[in-house]
């Protein structure tokens, strides 16, 4: 196959991850090796929009492996989801003769990287980056590692006082839809209970749960609230439960933001490295249209089309069984 890929543009979009920077510097350094022009979009979409694109050289990604957040900034943009918008962005690429886009976020970045490539017939590739891990077709996303190991430090500062206050806390960690990020955080932490939204768990089991906990004198409990639960967030599940379980004094800590912050784990560091490296060799290759992901221990492609929409994502069945066997 000839390669006719000469210039390649990398954005980051939607919500920042840690490990962004890590996968910036592999896709901007590798596509320079291959004697690639490289270029890096400001704010996602909102630059192909504003024409923010600027060359990069090898120099433009020193020291920022261990960096949190995204040195491309990153937005959510409402103009590329229309045909004006994304008419303009096009015309911005064609101007500066790029002819392959990386793009590095969740669904909603490829939902947009999807169509922008079917309309126009961009050369296109998806690198998951994305703390809920919530995409088919990459056993982990990029910033999943660093959020759960985030979230551990936190919850494990949060036991102290809970232990020595006799204290029942409930902590809201990030997962609108997925629960993955809640599962292997209570597994990690040794929480009394997890609530889900892959799984139902009434109130009245998780009072169960926790009387059982207390009638064997536990000094404390954790209850990890995935924000997507059906109940609602964690202040409004702990006002249930407080009504009909008085045992502990009960506290709500809500991690919010804190889970996207941060220098990355050396897990992430390496999977952003791997999936850069994967996504501008794919793209030299000659496929778009596809994501780039980590499967068993080896860098495999999935369609956007599938990573989307062809399956949904499934917790660990053991990881489900261990909640409830190792809290007792």
Do not use: W
Request: proline share 1%.
């Amino acid at each position: 196959m000839v390669d006719k890929i000469k210039n390649i543009a990398v954005l980051t979009s939607g919500g920042d991850a840690p490990g962004m920077n890590a996968c910036i510097r592999a896709v901007v350094r590798t596509g320079i090796y291959h004697g690639k022009n490289m270029f890096g979009v400001m704010q996602g979409y909102q630059g192909l929009i504003e024409n923010n694109i600027n060359e990069m050289n090898s120099r433009s990604v020193s020291n920022i492996l261990h960096l949190g957040g995204t040195i491309l900034k990153t937005a959510r943009c409402l103009a590329f989801k229309e045909d004006e918008g994304m008419e303009i962005a096009y015309q911005n690429l064609k101007a500066k003769d790029i002819d392959g886009l990386i793009v590095i976020g969740g669904d909603g970045t490829f939902t947009g990287a999807q169509r922008f490539g079917k309309k126009y017939g961009v050369n296109v590739i998806g690198i998951p980056g994305t703390i809920d891990n919530d995409l088919y077709g990459s056993d982990f996303t990029l910033g999943y590692d660093t959020a759960v190991n985030t979230i551990i430090e936190a919850i494990d500062k949060i036991r102290d006082t809970a232990d020595s206050h006799d204290r029942l806390f409930f902590i809201e960690v990030m997962g609108r839809d997925s629960g993955c990020i809640a599962l292997r955080s209570a597994i990690a932490s040794g929480a009394e209970a997890v609530l889900l939204p892959e799984k139902e768990t009434s109130l009245k089991e998780l009072i169960t749960k926790l009387k059982s906990g207390a009638s064997t004198k536990k000094s404390s409990s954790i209850v990890i609230v995935s924000e997507g639960n059906k109940y609602g967030g964690a202040y409004d599940i702990a006002k249930s439960v407080k009504r009909k379980f008085t045992h502990y004094d009960t506290k709500v800590t809500i991690l919010g933001h804190l889970q996207r912050g941060g220098s990355p784990s050396g897990f992430d560091r390496i999977l952003a490295s791997r999936l850069g490296y994967a996504a501008v060799k794919e793209m030299i290759n000659g496929e778009t249209m596809q994501m780039v992901g980590l499967r068993g221990n080896e860098i495999k492609l999935t369609s956007l089309e599938e990573a989307l929409h062809g399956h949904s994502y499934k917790l660990e069945a053991d990881l489900l069984e261990m909640t409830q066997v190792l809290s007792i």
